[in-house]
């Protein structure tokens, strides 16, 4: 097997680019002098998290109960599920807790701290509860500031326990230069560690500060009175994070393999097999400051082809076209050329897959790994 | 298991809808005079297909080769496989003909003709082609007055058998009247005809001319011509196609339920645990009239709540708002609160997914059914 001979669209893994991007994020929460709490929400791929996590039981982070198990199935003990708890989810925590794993979930509110507290009194079991704070006004969580914190810790009662505060500096995909970024990456640290200190001062034990985003993460300087990073789509990076100024396109694992169909010589079009069925609808670079259409051309070994881009997709076609069509000849791309596209965003691409094909400096296919999805 | 219990995110499929937006394009082909070959694409379920399908071994239309194998499996066998043809995707062409499987494939270039040719005197078995025609700039295809059309089919070379054309109407996507849609639905039927005729012409058997898109085909008045209707997401609708006219938001069939796991009272959000990755990234209806946001929001009945709508969304949080913020209250739909959301693009939303959880006017969920996924 290789990427002459496999079938397309078809999602490939560089190995080798995964492997630094991977020694890159550890390295940084190494010489910050905090435990790297791995995001693995991206992949939803154990040959991916098994390289991501650094002692077999974890720590890691989970975005759904459904990765929480796939990923407990394979050992990893230590989790936080980064998304705030409905009630009705509990009984699939309190299925992992019960065998043993040390699933850890979130929530921001007085109501889902009683619903909590309530299930566990019930179920006579303690489940780890850590209160989300919003660091940035992005989405989820209680501003580091407000006194509600300490009444949500109030409704967390024994056997549930309040063991920790966790944000999410999301805000940072919407800027573009290390200053801005370095404002982000202070201000995450900065309200959880204020957030941290309300609920000392209010008598609680709070053994866990976790703050991440992959662009603070790398942009991070110091991270005092914080125990935790998170991170996830470092292992792949993508075109929104090159847009974000905290890696290059070279240094995206992750590409669509796809095959020239036909041309369209009047528009200067190129058109594939790979369409945003394969590729996802996002179209995240569309507020950059360099739209990447729907991905940037590279050639079969995986070097990018300046000036091409996909201009354009339908459900199994992808279209591709020149930024400056002058010169352009379509023809240069005959039918059944292969051709790979980097991807705009990492975790959707990835989730329309069921398998990454993984290479390493060879067309040669070394390995399918499978991915998992659903919730 | 009813819409209360299920766990959240999920894929809700309204079976009685279904049946009607099924019954509908059904009896706009009989009224019509031409054969419906549904598209599977959309469903990719084979519960979803056999509803669609009027006899067992079809006629139908799939997006990849993946659809035609499992399609096959279940008995059809009269198939068109609607895009291009690669020529490294032959070999799974032929395995499909071998077990006795009708399948067609499209191509619009003299390459790829010569590529199935070869293939066809390599292998000594007969592929069944057609050629794409283009009736509106929109994709792929040859335009219906290029003479090119008859150097194609010259290509097609015995074992090699040139059956039809096709054509695909995707241009009326992008307008919003019956008037336009009509002047769409006239062109394609046009088109298609003219390059049916330049083959008859030139001596060529033209047994299958092929029209088709969810639009066009409710608006068509007359397809003298034309043997064949092709159309796919009429099966379920979404806001996209309301916001083209042809239907109704309350005949989407399809939905996903979700949990309301925050608020911010600032913002004036209702938080819940549908995100992109279960509504995907689709943003279709940014460019239409009415833009609808990640999509509608109806109550756990399905009933559309007026003046909501999911104005964001991050992997696994949707943000739900009201269109005018005055007098809104989230806290009106508290923590556990169950809502079902109207997508904009049944396609790649029901991509995400494993399963469709069916009801049929109540809340209980009579079955699931599964989906599949890939190329």
Redesign the interface.
Same mark, same amino acid.
Not at 83 to 89: D, E, F, S, T
Not at 259 to 264: E, K, L, P, Y
């Given at each position: 097997m290789n990427l002459h001979?496999i079938?397309?669209?078809?999602l490939i893994l560089d190995e080798a680019k995964m492997d630094t991007n991977i020694a890159r994020m550890r390295d940084k929460a190494k010489s910050l002098g905090v435990t790297l709490r791995p995001h693995l929400?991206t992949s939803k791929c154990w040959e991916v998290a098994k390289r991501q996590i650094w002692t077999p039981e974890g720590p890691a982070t989970v975005?759904?109960?459904k990765e929480a198990e796939e990923f407990a199935a394979h050992g990893i003990k230590d989790m936080i599920y980064a998304?705030?708890?409905?009630?009705?989810?509990l009984h699939?925590v309190a299925a992992l807790v019960r065998q043993g794993v040390d699933l850890k979930i979130i929530?921001?509110?007085v109501?889902?701290a009683r619903?909590v507290s309530r299930f566990c009194q019930e179920e006579k079991l303690t489940l780890k509860v850590m209160i989300e704070i919003?660091c940035d006004?992005h989405?989820?969580g209680l501003k580091p500031q407000n006194p509600e914190i300490v009444e949500v810790a109030a409704a967390i009662e024994a056997p549930a326990k309040l063991v920790g505060v966790l944000t999410h500096a999301?805000g940072s995909y919407d800027v573009d230069t290390h200053e801005a970024l370095l404002i982000r990456s202070r201000a995450e640290r900065d309200g959880i560690c204020q957030a941290a200190q309300m609920l000392r001062s209010a008598g609680y034990d709070i053994s866990i500060v976790s703050v991440g985003s992959t662009p603070t993460a790398l942009t991070d300087e110091d991270l005092t009175g914080v125990t935790e990073l998170r991170a996830g789509v470092y292992v792949f990076f993508d075109l929104f994070q090159a847009g974000v100024g905290i890696c290059k396109p070279e240094d995206i694992a992750l590409s669509l393999l796809v095959?020239?169909? &036909?041309?369209?010589l009047e528009?200067g079009w190129v058109?594939t097999?790979g369409g945003?069925?394969?590729l996802?609808?996002?179209?995240g670079t569309a507020n950059q400051k360099v739209d990447q259409g729907y991905g940037l051309v590279c050639d079969i070994n995986g070097k990018i082809i300046e000036g091409l881009w996909v201009s354009g997709a339908?459900?199994?076609?992808g279209?591709i076209s020149a930024r400056n069509p002058e010169g352009f000849d379509p023809k240069d791309f005959?039918?059944?050329t292969r051709l790979r596209i980097l991807p705009n965003?990492a975790?959707?691409t990835g989730?329309?897959?069921?398998?990454y094909y993984v290479v390493n400096n060879s067309l040669e296919v070394k390995d399918r790994w499978n991915r998992f999805? &659903?919730?």
């Open positions: 001979t079938d397309t669209p078809a929400k975005s759904t109960l998304v705030g708890i409905a009630p009705q989810k699939r929530l921001d509110n109501d889902s619903a919003d006004g989405r989820s999301g095959t020239v169909i &036909g041309h369209q528009k058109i097999d945003w069925m394969a996802s609808r996002d179209r339908n459900q199994e076609h279209i005959p039918i059944g965003h975790c959707p989730a329309q897959h069921p398998y999805y &659903g919730w």
